[in-house]
Antibody
Framework: EVQLVESGGGLVQPGGSLRLSCATS????????MTWVRQAPGKGLEWVSS???????YHGKSVKGRFTISRDNSKNTLHLQMNSLRAEDTAVYYC????????????WGQGTLVTVSS | QSVLTQPPSVSAAPGQKVTISCSGS????????VSWYRQLPGTAPKLLIY???KRPSGIPDRFSGSKSGTSATLGITGLQTGDEADYYC???????????FGGGTKVTVL
């Protein structure tokens, strides 16, 4: 069974940094692209970043230059380094297997809440 | 403002059918597969449709997807109270080199 477990969320001040992690199991991590999707309180889904199995990286416009997605195939773990955080980055961040094109995003982790506030 | 446009809400009686539209452009829906997701209250989204019209294993055939030009449609037949949820379309945008979602559609069973 595929499992995705996010960690690293919490309260951070504006301008601060946070590193999210997603521990995975149940599939050959190195063979798959992975994606981060976020959802602000009461709002819709926003695609954040994705990384292919060959380490090609894509970031959304709202996070480009501030967030960096990475993967550690030796530990089957996905990361999202978030710098220069803003209030509008407050959201639940989901780790998801796959890329939004082709096979779609499935399954999703339970999410981790990031709150940016002073 | 989302790159993909969905109606904010749709509703129908139990047993009836609803359709949810997702409108985009040539740089996204017009040239890429579309996927659909359902999000029940308080839970993570779940994949319903991939490659515009395929259902993952375990998804009942009450759910269907189609695509024509720069628009896609999700259909739900035999509507059940358990189908009350938010539904999102998503795809890749080649101009943005980024993934995009619709704003979401709330389905209400009357």
């Amino acid at each position: 069974e595929v499992q995705l477990v996010e960690s690293g969320g919490g309260l951070v001040q504006p301008g601060g940094s946070l590193r999210l992690s997603c521990a995975t199991s149940g599939f050959t991590f190195s063979n798959y692209g992975m994606t981060w999707v976020r959802q602000a309180p009461g709002k819709g889904l926003e695609w954040v970043s994705s990384i292919t199995s060959s380490d090609t990286i894509y970031h959304g416009k709202s996070v480009k230059g501030r967030f960096t997605i990475s993967r550690d195939n030796s530990k089957n773990t996905l990361h999202l380094q978030m710098n220069s955080l803003r209030a509008e980055d407050t959201a639940v961040y989901y780790c998801v297997l796959g890329r939004i094109s082709a096979d779609g995003l499935d399954p999703w982790g339970q999410g981790t809440l990031v709150t940016v506030s002073s | 403002q989302s790159v993909l446009t969905q109606p904010p809400s749709v509703s129908a009686a139990p047993g009836q059918k609803v359709t949810i539209s997702c409108s985009g452009s040539s740089s996204n829906i017009g040239s890429e597969y579309v996927s659909w997701y359902r999000q029940l209250p308080g839970t993570a989204p779940k994949l319903l449709i991939y490659e515009s019209s395929k259902r993952p294993s375990g998804i009942p055939d009450r759910f269907s997807g189609s695509k024509s030009g720069t628009s896609a449609t999700l259909g739900i037949t035999g509507l059940q109270t358990g189908d009350e949820a938010d539904y999102y379309c998503g795809t890749w945008d080649n101009s943005l080199s980024a993934g995009v979602f619709g704003g979401g559609t709330k389905v209400t069973v009357l």
